[in-house]
């Protein structure tokens, strides 16, 4: 590759590792890189964006950069011409070969964005706050400031001083039995402790019994094997324990009987809520090492004390050290690489399954709490199927992964479209389908309007000015363009050749020949037995969910095969030293597998759910149906990705951002809508493909107003307000808005 290319042109990364995607890119001569060459120059003073990945473990670097900042990554030419590939290059830095594949699939037309690592960080490359998080409460620090923090006294208003109560009147308890006695007493010195146990250490004792005892019993397992010679294996000795004769001690009888279990249990409810509050997880490990760890030892070898500031760090194992309750930055935290939020959020989903199929006659709770319990339950089956999805094509090919993200990508949403317009076909209540066809447009609207509003608005407080790659944004825009104008297309057919029918009408002027006023008219498509709509509309209809779904494809040809080089992508790990590592999955892909069909079983059941209990909401709600439909039935299911654009966006990558919006406001119209409308085939139901004329204005206006916004490739905050405050209006104009017909 050296000596072949020509003589003007280099490889912008030298040590590229053969297993990772890269795109195309300049050949380079036998010479290497050089600093400060010419091409240096001129790429640092005609570009000013540099684009970070940091919490992902790996790093973007583009080709345009601030005059102060050097770009390894850019090429060298010795030439007064301009490099070609400084402009229009944009290197990613992954940890390994899994992680290089989840980022290129990031910029992958029609592929799911996802932020979050689906491998296990190398330690040394994580962050100290990060370190922190994971740690144990068991490191002395010499200088830790102040425990007076308003997250401790917290700590004593919710957990410090009833647990500090129960210690005393358990070692009362502990007293009495006389035999107890030892315990009452580590019970008091525990009171003590975990009123206020900030700046103190439950180290473990050494007993010299205990040693001696540990000591002749390791003796007496040095015997000779007659069939191998030498020792003992180890796995084939007796175990030995120190502190056996501890178990069958009157005391611990009574303590196992009487304290332990009444401890344990408090200690397991401060766990559980400390857990479920998140930034204050210490007070759970706290918690949980107390009942399964300190509880459980004997009381002389239990030691309590205070640390000073000029006090060297105790000799000796040290159980429990803890300065802080309280860590806001516990929300990064992860539980084999499954975000904190969606851990604590698993058990809701449990919940709603067994008490919506259980009191399936609303005796424990009504059905508003059983609709809003499913609602919040399609919030982490959300995240478990996108991070299965990340973690499936990341591991696989091509194809597995583009199929993978074809079937599995719209699986949220059509799962409650399905179910909501089954149960109106066999109630006979159109409701439902107008209620659909307001979810539609609400994802729609809020993913071209309120996800790359609200991700320019947050990432421009951090960032003045924020860049993304204009022609990538351009074919997106162009496939809305085409999609919206496809799913309308038989609406606007109706407009034009349907019959307006209106429900009353009120001659204003008293004259024959006067002013009428008219409510609830309509084009009526049913004209002589349906004529029109069976005859044209219906075919039309059939039509554009042909032609829809092939766009898609198109698009997908054009973007990951004929015209891959807009996004300009080079993946790489030569940049950053260490980072050679062995990708440590944290899902495999029959795992990811088993979990994905798992949470799409659990998605159809609470969308099921959801469905069965949404009809007294519709009749009895004083709110329009269309502004239930199209903010919580179309925006809730979308809030893991809302997250990720916002998590993109705050790392000055707002390219990802928009294609979040972006890809699924394309799906919406190019695969969700065509599906449903292949449904009707098989399933005869009540949802046609005719908008009112709202839906059909506030759609054409948002993706106007969005491609007029990303016309120059550039953004800032106010942008985004501006993007924002029309989606709140649309969203006025939503809820003051008549209940649609049937509803």
């Known amino acids: 590759m050296a000596g072949q290319g020509e003589p003007g042109r280099r490889r912008c990364c030298p040590q590229d590792a053969p297993d990772v995607p890269k795109a195309t890119e300049p050949r380079r001569d036998s010479d290497g890189p050089r600093r400060g060459s010419l091409c240096d120059r001129h790429c640092a003073a005609i570009n000013n964006v540099q684009g970070d990945l940091g919490d992902l473990g790996c790093h973007l670097h583009r080709p345009r950069v601030p005059p102060a900042v050097s770009t390894p990554c850019c090429c060298q030419q010795p030439s007064e011409e301009v490099c070609e590939s400084c402009g229009v290059k944009t290197t990613l830095t992954a ?18 964005k996802w932020k979050s690592h689906v491998t296990a960080r190398p330690w040394e490359d994580r962050s100290e706050i990060v370190k922190e998080l994971y740690s144990d409460l068991n490191v002395v620090r010499s200088s830790a400031g102040s425990t007076v923090t308003w997250g401790n006294i917290l700590y004593l208003l919710l957990f410090g001083w009833w647990l500090s109560l129960l210690y005393v009147l358990v070692a009362a308890g502990m007293f009495l039995t006389v035999v107890g006695a030892p315990y009452g007493q580590l019970c008091w010195d525990l009171a003590g402790y975990f009123l206020w146990p900030f700046g103190k250490v439950i180290q473990k004792v050494e007993d ?27 796995r084939w000795r007796p175990p030995c324990w120190a502190d056996a004769g501890h178990w069958r001690c009157a005391s611990t009888v009574a303590w196992l009987c009487l304290g332990y279990p009444v401890l ?12 479920l509050l998140v930034v204050l ?74 008490l919506g199929y259980v009191d399936s006659h609303n005796r424990l709770t009504s059905s508003a709490i059983k609709f809003t319990l499913a609602l919040l339950s399609i919030m982490p089956l959300s995240y478990y199927i996108g991070m299965a999805i990340a973690s499936i094509s990341a591991q696989s090919n091509f194809a597995v992964g583009a199929v993978v993200n074809a079937t599995f ?28 066809k307001s979810a539609l447009t609400g994802t729609l609207v809020g993913c071209v309007l309120f996800v790359p509003g609200l991700c320019m608005v947050i990432g421009g407080i951090r960032h003045q000015e924020q860049r993304f790659n204009s022609r990538s944004a351009g074919v997106s825009s162009a496939l809305l363009f085409l999609s919206v104008g496809g799913v309308f297309a038989p609406t606007l057919f109706s407009k034009v050749y349907g019959k307006l029918i209106c429900g009353e009408c009120h001659n204003v ?97 609470c969308a099921d759910l959801a469905t069965e209990h949404i009809s007294p909401i519709l009749t009895n709600s004083t709110i329009s149906q269309y502004f239930i439909g199209v903010t919580v039935l179309a925006m809730v299911p979308e809030l893991p ?58 759609s054409m206006f948002s993706v106007v107003l969005m491609n007029y916004i990303f016309m120059d490739g550039k953004c800032d905050y106010f942008q985004g307000t501006v993007l924002v405050m029309v989606y709140f209006i649309l969203l006025a104009v939503y809820f003051f808005a008549p209940s649609p017909s049937g509803c």
């Open 409 to 436: 990508g719209s699986i949220t949403e059509l799962t409650f479209y399905i179910t909501a317009l089954i149960k109106g076909s066999r109630e006979g209540n159109r409701c439902y389908a107008e209620i659909v």
């Open 264 to 275: 344990a249990l408090a200690h397991g409810l401060a766990c559980v809520t400390a857990w």
């Open 208 to 234: 010299p019994k205990s040693r001696q005892a540990l000591g002749t019993c390791e003796a007496g397992t040095e015997e000779s094997s007659a069939l191998l010679g030498g020792p003992v294996p180890s």
């Open 641 to 698: 990705e809302i997250v990720n654009g916002i998590q993109f966006a705050l790392q000055n990558n707002l390219s990802l951002s928009i294609e979040i919006g972006n890809c699924i406001a394309v799906q919406v119209c190019m695969l969700q809508i065509p599906i449903l409308v292949l449904f009707t085939i098989f399933y005869p139901t009540n949802f046609t493909l005719v908008f009112s004329d709202l839906h059909v204005y506030a």
């Open 281 to 354: 997880i210490p007070v759970a490990k706290l918690s949980a090492r107390t009942a399964t760890r300190v509880l459980l030892l004997p009381p002389e070898r239990v030691l309590v004390r205070r640390l000073r500031m000029t006090e060297a760090p105790p000799e000796g194992e040290v159980i429990l050290c803890c300065y802080r309750a309280l860590n806001p930055y516990y929300y990064k935290y992860a539980v084999d690489g499954i975000n904190v939020f969606a851990v604590n959020l698993l058990p809701l989903v449990l919940v709603t399954l067994v």
């Open 95 to 112: 940890e390994n070969a899994v992680e290089a594949n989840k980022l290129s699939n990031n910029y992958k037309f029609g592929f799911k």
């Open 509 to 605: 002027t008293q004259n024959p020949l006067g002013h009428y006023l008219c409510h609830n008219c309509h084009f009526d498509l049913m004209e002589n037995n349906g004529t029109l709509y069976y005859s044209h509309v219906q075919p039309l209809v059939y039509t554009v969910s042909l032609l829809l779904p092939a766009a898609y494809l198109i698009g997908l040809v054009f973007t990951l095969k004929t015209h891959s080089h807009i996004y300009d992508i080079h993946i790489s790990d030569c940049h950053m030293p260490g980072h050679h590592h062995n990708a440590v999955v944290h899902w495999s892909r029959w795992r990811a597998l088993v979990i994905l069909l798992l949470s799409t079983l659990c998605m159809s059941a």
